[in-house]
């Protein structure tokens, strides 16, 4: 397994800021890049970043912002959304990342259009599959979508029937499911053979904050001992929201309590 820190809780312009953490603790975490192809500077401050991602344990969630992976063919959203796609492939290579985050859905969800989203999406993820294949990067799928937000594509029951009937390669968001009422170790005590990461944040059960691991109503230590008994290989990846980037301090205790705990 690795422990890694995901650059989403970096604006536009900050990538750069991860690097004191990978330094601080050099030879024991990795980054998950967070790709924004849509700013103007992203490429190249990435570009700028890659020697310090070199030799670390990397991946890559999927393009996020202006990406919408339930748009039919044809449409401006799946043609934008497959150009940052492709944006994203040749860093992945270059970087050899382990797997790519997909969503199958970002946009808020409608009942007359809920089955729809779910064709497309599962089609789509097919051409990403094999669009990444012959470089032996999987993609996996995560628990996208929350309540609160009106985006959330698929219940507990229906993720968990999905992704064993498409035999995806899976990251669980703790914080998705929490925000969303799952029974998190149910979930993962389901698939826990097709289990590669999580993303780690916390939240008050409601609201999709992506706060540090202790800063929310998740218990975070019966997380990590279901963690340890049912998936000890996958990836951990701290995925905070840009309101903790400033805090420099508590994101490297978390990063040590993590390393201190996996160690046991």
């Known amino acids: 397994?690795?422990?890694?820190?995901?650059?989403?809780?970096?604006?536009?312009?900050?990538?750069?800021?991860?690097?004191?953490?990978?330094?601080?603790?050099?030879?024991?975490?990795?980054v998950e890049l967070f790709p924004m192809f849509?700013?103007?500077?992203?490429?190249?401050?990435?570009?700028?970043?890659l020697p310090e991602f070199e030799g670390i344990p990397v991946s890559f969630h999927g393009p996020y912002y202006e990406t919408e992976h339930s748009a039919a063919p044809g449409t401006p959203e799946y043609a934008h959304s497959m150009?940052?796609?492709?944006?994203?492939?040749p860093y992945c290579v270059r970087l050899r990342s382990q797997y790519l985050v997909f969503h199958h859905n970002n946009i808020p969800v409608t009942e007359e259009r809920r089955e729809e989203?779910?064709?497309?999406?599962?089609?789509?993820?097919?051409?990403?599959?094999?669009?990444?294949?012959?470089?032996?990067?999987?993609?996996?799928?995560?628990?996208a979508g929350v309540l609160d937000r009106g985006n959330m594509l698929f219940d507990q029951d229906a993720f968990i029937q999905l992704c064993r009937e498409e035999h995806y390669p899976v990251l669980i968001d703790i914080g998705h499911a929490y925000?969303?009422?799952?029974?998190?170790?149910?979930?993962m005590e389901a698939l826990k053979d097709q289990i590669v990461a999580y993303h780690l944040h916390n939240n008050d059960g409601v609201h999709d904050s992506h706060q540090r691991i202790?800063?929310?109503?998740?218990?975070?230590?019966?997380?990590?001992?279901?963690?340890?008994?049912?998936?000890?290989?996958?990836?951990l990846v701290l995925e905070y929201s840009p309101d903790v980037?400033?805090?420099?301090?508590?994101?490297?205790?978390?990063i040590s309590w993590l390393l201190e705990q996996i160690r046991r």
């Open 117 to 143: 989203m779910i064709r497309v999406s599962r089609e789509n993820y097919r051409e990403i599959a094999e669009l990444f294949k012959p470089h032996q990067i999987p993609v996996v799928v995560e628990n």
């Open 245 to 254: 980037a400033d805090d420099e301090s508590g994101i490297q205790e978390d």
């Open 83 to 89: 150009d940052l796609i492709r944006q994203t492939l």
């Open 1 to 30: 397994m690795n422990l890694l820190v995901s650059t989403n809780v970096y604006k536009p312009g900050q990538l750069a800021r991860v690097i004191p953490h990978l330094h601080a603790f050099r030879g024991q975490i990795g």
């Open 214 to 235: 202790f800063h929310g109503t998740l218990d975070f230590p019966l997380f990590l001992s279901d963690y340890q008994r049912l998936t000890p290989n996958a990836d």
């Open 38 to 49: 849509d700013a103007d500077c992203y490429e190249e401050e990435l570009l700028h970043c």
């Open 179 to 187: 925000a969303n009422g799952w029974d998190l170790a149910q979930t």
